[in-house]
């Protein structure tokens, strides 16, 4: 079946350094994708998303790149400061047969910022 | 700002009981969804309803029903809760149609059923 997956479980970075956060997906029908942080107990939250017919986005702070070809898309954090340590997850936003688009999520990565 | 509320932050039940998670947001968004998120597993979907009064079944509907009777307000039954539907239960909603609108996520209700 479809999957939306991560390369690593955990990141640790140094605080003020750059982080990147990988994201594989296996469906390449796949047109819109979200990138989310969630705190230890808190839900998701939204950070960036990008549709498919651009292969960069720009946040503040952050930046999500798309390869459609090898089916990747990346997060970037630049300055990475103590306030990012949480899991990222990104996520692949489908049509249902309902018509009511879904998530497929990938399994998340923990980022952990080291002082 | 979306804004998707959970009523119920930490709930403890016990085995059989029935237990309603409540939902509601406040950006007239056609879209709910009911997930549950365990350890090692991630996030799974367990229900979704883009309408008043219509529903559809996520990956993982069983011991579970919802409810939809206002755009606002989505809510997930459990009819006779188990222990192993102890989790995390997240709301999201979200706009219908286009090519891919943005969900938001409720902050979960954590449910133990002893």
């Known amino acids: 079946g479809e999957s939306v997956g991560l390369h690593l479980p955990t990141l640790s970075v140094q605080e003020g350094d750059n982080s990147i956060i990988n994201c594989a997906y296996s469906?390449?029908?796949?047109?819109?994708f979200i990138w989310y942080k969630q705190e230890s107990g808190k839900g998701p939250q939204f950070i960036i998303d990008?549709?498919?017919?651009?292969d960069k986005r720009q946040g503040q702070r952050v930046t999500v790149l798309l390869n459609k070809t090898v089916k990747h898309l990346s997060l970037q954090i630049a300055a990475t400061q103590p306030g990012d340590s949480a899991v990222y997850f990104c996520?692949?936003?489908?049509?249902?047969?309902?018509?009511?688009?879904?998530?497929?999520f990938g399994s998340g990565t923990q980022l952990t910022v080291l002082p | 700002d979306v804004k998707v509320t959970q009523s119920s932050r930490y709930l403890v039940k016990r085995t059989g009981e029935k237990v309603f998670l409540e939902c509601v947001q406040d950006?007239?968004?056609?879209?709910m969804f009911w997930y549950r998120q365990d350890p090692g597993l991630g996030l799974r979907l367990i229900y979704f309803?883009?309408?008043?009064?219509?529903?559809e079944k996520g990956d993982i509907p069983e011991g579970y029903s919802v409810s939809r009777e206002k755009k606002e307000r989505f809510s997930l039954i459990l009819e006779s809760a188990s222990t192993n539907q102890t989790s995390m239960y997240l709301c999201?909603?979200?706009?219908?149609?286009?090519?891919?609108?943005?969900?938001?996520f409720g902050e979960g209700s954590w449910l133990t059923v002893v």
């Open positions: 309803s883009y309408d008043v009064k219509m529903k």
């Open positions: 950006m007239d968004h056609e879209n």
């Open positions: 996520a692949e936003n489908s049509i249902s047969s309902g018509s009511a688009r879904q998530l497929t």
């Open positions: 990008i549709r498919s017919n651009m």
């Open positions: 999201a909603s979200s706009l219908f149609g286009g090519q891919g609108n943005t969900i938001y």
């Open positions: 469906n390449s029908a796949s047109d819109y």
